[in-house]
């Protein structure tokens, strides 16, 4: 509900759509930061009704320049997952702030420095624990503990917050408003840009901790030539709609489309339950077969 509420606020003083979309987007980086944040990335699909266009961008995060197919392999076999995940080797350039930014630039009416205040004082003044958030902190909490920084923030105290407590965030607040008054540039150089590649490069664990973390190969260089994509959407024909999607490196739109292609060569109208489900599993099961053997990102293999 708070991100909602940084959204409405927009809405209610002036703002469209597009400013909305970033003051959310801000917002849950403070309360869902498991799944959303500035330090990822994503794609945003716009919709201008005068003219009946669809335009996308393509925010997704970046791996170092000098990543190849043997990033997570070690003597030719692959490192464990948990290794690979949490480590350096599996931080990219994040993409979320040039993504506001290109998105403002061309579509929104606000600030970013208006449109993060919202989330600014979000972190700063902190939100009320629910119990999804302590449950997802749970599932972090052995990790999180082998990271004095992280434990610090998540594990105050040594515990998880408690359902209805506040949690707050200052560094994040610190960082929001660092972005908001230098614009998001000062993400990708600059101290900030600093602090992201001495963390990936070396990772900040507990020494006493017995993980095993990696270190990346993340470099300033990266942060600093990191550009979003303008790219024409998706589109396929499904009884009559126009449907848009965000296409490769996303895998959504074409995933989507060749579902809906198969499913509409058979008559759904006349399908109970049972078999409407049974065909949309499997047209979606083939549909992500594909996905996994033939989609890739465009900028880098012959898609």
Do not use: C
């Amino acid at each position: 509900p708070d991100a909602s509420a940084a959204g409405i606020e927009v809405l209610r003083k002036g703002g469209n759509a597009v400013d909305a979309a970033v003051a959310t987007a801000a917002a849950l980086g403070v309360t869902e930061p498991y799944s959303a944040g500035i330090g990822g990335g994503g794609y945003f699909v716009h919709y201008d009704a005068k003219t009946r266009q669809v335009r996308t961008i393509d925010g997704r995060e970046t791996a170092p320049r000098s990543a190849d197919a043997s990033l997570f392999l070690e003597d030719g076999k692959p490192i464990p997952f948990e290794e690979g995940v949490t480590s350096g080797l599996g931080v990219g350039t994040p993409g979320t702030p040039a993504t506001w930014e290109r998105a403002l630039d061309a579509w929104g009416s606000k600030s970013l420095r208006t449109l993060l205040k919202p989330a600014e004082r979000l972190a700063r003044d902190g939100f009320v624990v629910d119990g999804t958030f302590r449950s997802q902190t749970a599932s972090n909490q052995a990790r999180f503990a082998d990271f004095p920084a992280s434990a610090k923030l998540f594990l105050p105290g040594g515990e998880l917050p408690v359902v209805g407590s506040v949690f707050k965030n200052p560094d994040l607040a610190r960082t929001y408003e660092k972005l908001g008054r230098e614009g998001v540039g000062a993400l990708y150089r600059g101290p900030l840009a600093d602090d992201i590649v001495r963390t990936v490069r070396k990772p900040p664990v507990d020494p006493d901790a017995t993980r095993i973390v990696r270190p990346g190969d993340l470099t300033r260089e990266d942060l600093a030539s990191y550009r979003t994509l303008r790219k024409d959407p998706t589109k396929v024909n499904y009884r009559g709609l126009d449907v848009y999607g965000m296409a490769p490196s996303s895998s959504g739109g074409t995933s989507v489309g060749e579902a809906l292609n198969i499913l509409e060569s058979t008559d759904l109208s006349r399908a109970d339950r049972t078999q409407y489900l049974h065909r949309l599993i499997e047209a979606s099961r083939i549909a992500f077969a594909d996905r996994g053997r033939w989609v890739g990102d465009p900028a880098f293999e012959d898609v």
